[in-house]
């Protein structure tokens, strides 16, 4: 898996140039640093989960619905991941935990 490691890089090398724009750059909602974090460690869980390294999907999934400040259907597609990992597990008292946190309007 070396290279979700590389694809952390690359993606991380684009947060440092994110750093040098001003504060009044008016890019698209998704061009900020947080969210770029969030689909850095959103793919990287997505990669774990289709190879059923289900430990390290989590983990992931975990950290990208703790950024903040990025909108709200991102957050809704780690939520329904995580959930599926802990619904095969069996543990469905924490899928229905993270969808009812994610997902109640």
Do not use: C, M, W
């Amino acid at each position: 898996f070396s290279f979700l490691q590389e694809y952390a890089n690359v993606r991380s090398q684009t947060l440092a140039v994110l750093d040098v724009l001003p504060e009044t750059y008016s890019g698209s909602e998704y061009e900020t640093k947080s969210v770029q974090t969030f689909e850095i460690l959103y793919n990287i869980g997505i990669s774990y989960e289709k190879a059923n390294i289900s430990f390290l999907a989590e983990k992931y999934l975990r950290d990208a619905l703790e950024v903040q400040k990025i909108p709200q259907h991102f957050k809704r597609e780690a939520a329904y991941a995580l959930a599926n990992i802990y619904r095969r597990s069996g543990n469905k008292s924490l899928a229905a935990g993270v969808l009812k946190k994610h997902f109640t309007v």
